[in-house]
């Protein structure tokens, strides 16, 4: 499976900042996407990159909180907005090779707002 | 609303025993069913997945048994281990349009004592 790397792996923010986390796939992949962790919790998708056009956001997620981009087939980035405490969750990326193949995480970002 | 239930929420095992994680969905769009396993500081990993063509696949320790019928799909571990001990979310993925859609369970927190 696909090598995926997640930039910064942890990181404590300041409120009403911005954090943007990268995610580098070693391999040329289809589907990105972007997933929200709480502590303790399941994940739920924030929205799908898409290569070339805007992502696709779920119900409860907005651009303006989560920019994202995804300038080719290996990498994206997921931007966190004006954060504040109630951000503070993992992030994860994950890649779909093709769309009978599964999906596989990196390790995700630990983000914290104080 | 959530559309794959999963227990139990927690689950304690003794070595050697068998530990047994069930979840049911109610969308027949679903197509396929993975299981993930999570450590903490780390990504969920593919464990073990399923088509609902299928009715059982067993991987090593590892099987999914699959009730299309009842639209219900467990996860045995046998002869578990402590190092198995770690978070298990159930998945069901579907097509939408050309991409896919994973929704997770609410997780299982394993923990197997020595």
């Known amino acids: 499976s696909a090598v995926i790397s997640q930039k910064p792996s942890r990181d404590i923010c300041q409120r009403g900042t911005s954090l943007t986390i990268q995610c580098q796939v070693d391999s040329q992949v289809t589907m990105m996407f972007w997933y929200r962790q709480q502590p303790g919790q399941s994940l739920t998708l924030i929205a799908t990159?898409?290569?070339?056009?805007?992502?696709?956001?779920e119900s409860g997620f907005v651009i303006d909180k989560f920019p994202i981009s995804r300038p080719n087939l290996t990498f994206s980035t997921l931007t966190v907005s004006n954060m504040s405490p109630e951000d503070s969750s993992i992030y994860l990326c994950s890649v779909q090779g093709y769309s009978n193949q599964p999906q596989h995480f990196g390790d995700g970002t630990r983000l914290s707002i104080l | 609303q959530q559309q794959v239930k999963q227990s139990p929420q927690s689950l304690i095992v003794q070595k050697g025993g068998i530990s047994i994680i069930n979840c049911a969905y109610e969308n027949t769009a679903f197509d396929y069913f993975p299981w993930y396993q999570q450590f903490p500081g780390k990504g969920p990993a593919l464990l073990i997945a399923i088509r609902p063509d299928v009715s059982e696949k067993k991987e090593g320790r590892f099987t999914i048994s699959f009730n299309k019928s009842a639209k219900q799909f467990s996860l045995h571990i046998m002869d578990s281990q402590p190092g198995d001990s770690a978070t298990y979310f159930c998945a069901a993925d579907q097509s939408q349009g050309s991409a896919r859609q994973l929704t997770f369970g609410s997780g299982t927190q394993l923990t197997v004592l020595p």
């Open positions: 990159a898409n290569q070339g056009s805007e992502a696709t956001y």
